[in-house]
């Protein structure tokens, strides 16, 4: 499918999607939205990883596009906010597992589609921060929620507050970077994170990532009980009766994801 904003290429089972309008830094606008929600969509169910990340040089994404909003009502801004969190909630909720390659500015609504990705590595130019109180809001994509829930109430308050960018190392001490890259070794490193999660048995990745998800959010006593759930189910696959097997026959397991 041809696509405006966004570039979506797969080699065999990785998928990456690049949101690609750098004249407006990858700003999001309600068009590239509804591009990486049909990109979305049109993944094949063969897909076991997919990286998300910025073309050209300079940015991810440099936020959601101001130009659009500067005149939009408070009910379009409500209706603009459902769009971003519905897009990013169906990003977070893919069965297999994403990655975001932060290699530019990654601010507002782009540090927000990183947020929604499972693992996040940023290149050591990357620049990361939601300053949307110097525009005079506040994140709308779930970044005063997913932000609060990955790096802890007060330092997400700090960052919202100021609305200030902070470096990719910085972001590494928040624990809201797994890892710093030299730009030239970003994508290489995604990719062998990607390759090394095509091992593992897919269907148990999925159910790790859904327990974690549901789980992170629950008392403890009933996210255990989703974990019991997650691990009595993956006894009904091929991939745990092959994953043990081979463990037993001293051989790499063969996964189907059946
Ligand atoms: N929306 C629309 N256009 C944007 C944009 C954005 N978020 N960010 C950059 N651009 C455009 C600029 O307007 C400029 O366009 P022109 O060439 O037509 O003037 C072009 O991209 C290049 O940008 P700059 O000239 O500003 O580049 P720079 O290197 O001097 O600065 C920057 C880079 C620091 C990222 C700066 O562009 C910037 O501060 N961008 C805005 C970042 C921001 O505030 N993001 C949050 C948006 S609000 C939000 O995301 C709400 C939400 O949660 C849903």
């Known amino acids: 499918m041809a696509y405006e904003n966004i570039r979506l290429e797969t080699q065999?089972?990785?998928?990456?999607l690049t949101i690609d309008r750098p004249k407006a830094l990858n700003a999001l606008n309600s068009k590239t939205l509804q591009e990486i929600e049909s990109a979305l969509h049109s993944l094949s169910p063969d897909t076991r990883a997919l990286i998300v990340t910025g073309g050209g040089e300079k940015s991810f994404v440099a936020g959601a596009d101001i130009?659009?909003?500067?005149?939009?009502?408070?009910?379009?801004?409500?209706?603009?906010?459902?769009q971003g969190h519905?897009?990013?909630?169906?990003?977070?909720?893919?069965?297999?597992?994403?990655?975001?390659?932060?290699?530019g500015f990654a601010l507002g609504g782009g540090c927000e589609l990183a947020l929604?990705?499972?693992?996040?590595?940023?290149?050591?130019?990357?620049?990361?921060?939601?300053?949307?109180v110097t525009l005079g809001?506040?994140?709308?994509?779930?970044?005063?929620?997913?932000?609060?829930?990955?790096?802890?109430?007060m330092r997400a308050k700090e960052l919202i507050f100021t609305g200030g960018h902070v470096s990719a190392a910085q972001a590494k001490e928040y624990g809201l970077v797994l890892e710093v890259l030299p730009p030239e070794k970003l994508m290489e490193h995604c990719r062998t994170v990607a390759e090394?999660?095509?091992?593992n048995g897919p269907l148990a990745i999925s159910q790790a990532k859904r327990v974690i998800e549901f789980g992170a959010d629950q008392d403890l006593r009933?996210?255990?009980?989703?974990?019991?759930?997650?691990?009595a189910v993956l006894f009904g696959s091929e991939d745990q009766r092959e994953g043990m097997k081979a463990?037993?026959?001293k051989r790499p397991a063969g996964f189907t994801g059946k």
Not at 116 to 132: M, R, T, V
């Open 137 to 153: 809001v506040i994140p709308g994509f779930g970044g005063t929620q997913r932000l609060t829930r990955l790096v802890g109430k």
């Open 196 to 199: 090394k999660l095509l091992k």
């Open 222 to 231: 009933a996210a255990n009980e989703l974990e019991r759930q997650g691990f």
């Open 67 to 82: 130009a659009e909003m500067s005149t939009i009502s408070a009910a379009q801004a409500r209706e603009f906010a459902a």
């Open 12 to 16: 065999g089972a990785i998928a990456t």
């Open 116 to 132: 929604a990705c499972d693992l996040i590595y940023a290149s050591e130019k990357a620049k990361l921060g939601l300053p949307e």
């Open 86 to 103: 519905r897009v990013l909630m169906m990003l977070e909720s893919l069965p297999c597992p994403t990655i975001a390659a932060v290699n």
């Open 247 to 249: 463990f037993l026959e």
